[in-house]
């Protein structure tokens, strides 16, 4: 294997530092949907909780319980589902900053440009 030249050490480092990039930004949009999901299943079990409790009460804060726990579970998910789309447009806004600066990066051939892309 012939040694290589500086240009092309030079191209492989920066098609290390895109792609590391890259892996930030799909974590950023990964952990923006995990906490959609979480928000769903923690506002789910909000709702079981208060509806069953409701259930169970023989008095009249039964009504109440379950009303107190729709709003629990309301909440639960609208916050967990705000931080996930905040979380995950940083991911993409991260993502398409990328695509720019690897797209006119004049360092970088179109073979390289699509190995930082993982393309």
Do not use: H
Request: hydrophobic share 50%; proline share 3%; charged share 15%.
């Amino acid at each position: 294997m012939a040694p290589q030249t500086a240009p092309d050490l030079t191209a492989s480092k920066i098609v290390a530092r895109y792609r590391d990039a890259y892996r930030i930004a799909r974590i950023f949009v990964g952990l923006g949907k995990t906490l959609k999901i979480i928000g769903l299943i923690l506002g789910a079990i909000c709702l079981a909780a208060g509806l069953i409790t409701g259930a169970k009460t023989y008095s009249s804060d039964g009504e109440r319980i379950a009303i107190y726990g729709l709003l629990a579970g309301i909440v639960a998910w609208f916050l967990f589902w705000a931080v996930g789309v905040v979380v995950s447009s940083l991911g993409q806004q991260l993502r398409a900053s990328l695509d720019g600066a690897v797209n006119t990066s004049p360092f970088l051939s179109n073979q390289q440009r699509l190995e930082a892309m993982g393309i």
